[in-house]
Structure formats: C-alpha cells, structure tokens
T-cell receptor, first 113, second 112 residues
Framework: GDSVTQMEGPVTLSEEAFLTINCTYT??????LFWYVQYPGEGLQLLLK?????DKGSNKGFEATYRKETTSFHLEKGSVQVSDSAVYFC????????????FGGGTRVLVKP | GVTQSPTHLIKTRGQQVTLRCSSQ?????VSWYQQALGQGPQFIFQ???????GRGNFPPRFSGLQFPNDSSELNVNALELDDSALYLC?????????????FGPGTRLTVL
C-alpha cells in the first residue's frame, strides 16, 4: 500500500538556522503531496502542497519540490524562528482514493532562541 | 472553522464513546483520523453527503454518522486500551482527491 517515510526527530535548531526535513513516499500512480504542521494543542494546518512532478510548493518561507525520480518531497526553510517550533507531517493523496490522506510519522522541530 | 467536542475524554475498557465534529459551513465531506501518541494520523473513514465513502483499516466497532447540518459523529464500541489517541476530524468542500481538508483541534481519548 501507499506509505510516507520522514526523518525522525526531534530536530533541534538555533534561530536563523537552515531547516531540512526529509520525506520520501511509496505510491502507485501520481499522488499529490502535502506538508502539514501541528502546533501544540492545535489541529493540523496545511503548510504547502504540490500536485505534480517538479511542482514547488511554498508558504511562510517554507518550500518543498515534488521529485518523482527520487519519490521525495523534502521540506526546507532558510531561516527558522522560534515560532516554527511544531510537529511537521508529510502526507499524500491519490485522486483514485478520494480524500484519504496518508501521513508520515511526523518530525518534531524545536527552535531555540 | 472545524470544531470538535469534547476536548478530552476518559473512558474505561469495554465502554462506548461518541465524539462530535462540526464541519466548516458548506463542506459536504468529513473524514476522521486517529493519531496515536508520537505517530502520524491514520485514516479511519470518510463520509460524503451522509454516507460512508471510504474506510481505512479499522474494525467495525468504529462507526460514524454525518448529519445534514454540518455535524458528524464518530462512535467507538467496546473500547480497548489501544484506542487511546487523539481523534481528528477534517472537513472538505467535496470528496474529490486533492481538495484541502480543514482539521479540527481533536479530541484526546484516554482508555483506562
């Protein structure tokens, strides 16, 4: 079946450091890929998405590029802030599967001042 | 936005529980996910226009209802310790793949 694998955390960074969270997927067909963020005590929020190969999703300084050849969708941010401390989830949807999201295990990021 | 109630709930093994969700206005699709501690959410099922429209790998003791007034329920019978988790509902404009899902804050269920 479909699956998403992301690097385990926690990832601890200093403010203004560069952040990368690796995400790879296994799926037949052409999934859409997503990054969600979960702040403490809150639900999941869509951070960015990409619907086809070579698309780049971006939002709030975060970027991820859909790489079909490496089945990857790594999340990057050039300069993190304390407010970026959260858990980040990579996920996929296949149109044939309706609106069912398949999530990775999540990566906790802690940014220290 | 999407709201869920209650925020927290404590039950004992063998009991039954009902969790509630209020979708974003105008959304006709609601999905439920189970998020165990330290893991990613797992798809339980989806309802579209009040009918089940897809189910994940969960036993029949997990059931749901969707009402015409943008509300929905997740029912779990014969609770087991492993049912302890954060339960998330998400609504979307329609059931088509790729439609953005808007998540509620979740209900934290503890089974003792």
């Amino acid at each position: 079946g479909d699956s998403v694998t992301q690097m385990e955390g926690p990832v601890t960074l200093s403010e203004e450091a560069f952040l990368t969270i690796n995400c790879t997927y296994t799926a037949t067909g052409y999934p859409s890929l997503f990054w969600y963020v979960q702040y403490p005590g809150e639900g999941l929020q869509l951070l960015l998405k990409a619907t086809k190969a070579d698309d780049k999703g971006s939002n709030k300084g975060f970027e991820a590029t859909y790489r079909k050849e490496t089945t990857s969708f790594h999340l990057e941010k050039g300069s993190v802030q304390v407010s970026d401390s959260a858990v980040y989830f990579c996920a996929l949807i296949k149109r044939a599967a309706g609106n069912k999201l398949t999530f990775g295990g999540g990566t906790r990021v802690l940014v220290k001042p | 936005g999407v709201t869920q109630s209650p925020t927290h709930l404590i039950k004992t093994r063998g009991q039954q529980v009902t969790l509630r969700c209020s979708s974003q206005s105008g959304h006709n699709t609601v999905s439920w996910y189970q998020q165990a501690l330290g893991q990613g959410p797992q798809f339980i099922f989806q309802y579209y226009r009040e009918e089940e429209n897809g189910r994940g790998n969960f036993p029949p003791r997990f059931s749901g209802l969707q009402f015409p007034n943008d509300s929905s329920e997740l029912n779990v019978n014969a609770l087991e310790l492993d049912d302890s988790a954060l339960y998330l509902c998400a609504s979307s404009l329609t059931s088509g793949g790729g439609n953005e899902q808007f998540f509620g804050p979740g209900t934290r269920l503890t089974v003792l």
